[in-house]
């Protein structure tokens, strides 16, 4: 029941609920619909430039609006709009925000459960994703470690958040 939302949060929802019957099919494994909703996320949604710009972006690319609505956000939005998304597959999400680039800028990401084991994922870095011989989407920040994300410039508190460490990425 959507009566009690704003018109903007409405609009968020009706997206979402787009995205996610667009992408996720009855049967398909937790690792699926991930996926799928990733890859769309990822394939999908610009980033918005205009963060780096002396205005910055408007306050929607930092909210699931953005790259819901609009088709375009920063990582705050991606991560958020991720979150949503993963919370709609009933897929355990939590939302992570630290620092990137040496620790000179703010960076959100997420990580998800998948089989009691919890996995890091970065769709802000994996915007337009590379693809292999065989035409499949590669990305270097999909159910990774959290050493992983370390080892690539994410900074956070450790404590504060479960440690990814699986290193099966999740699959099935």
Known sequence: DS???SMED???LKAAKEVFDR???PGMSDYDKELALYAWLTGNVAYD???YEKQGAPRSSYEPYGPLVKGKGVCLGFATAFQL???M???ECI?????AFMNRENHAWNMVRLSGEWYCVDPTWDLNPGINQ???FVYGYFNVTSDIMADTDHQWDYDAVPEATAEDCGRP
């Open 3 to 5: 009566s009690g939302l």
């Open 10 to 12: 409405k609009q968020v």
């Open 23 to 25: 992408c996720v099919t």
């Open 49 to 51: 430039q205009t963060h």
């Open 85 to 87: 998304l993963m919370d």
């Open 89 to 91: 597959a009933d897929i």
């Open 95 to 99: 939302t992570i925000t630290g620092a």
């Open 134 to 136: 065989d035409g499949e």
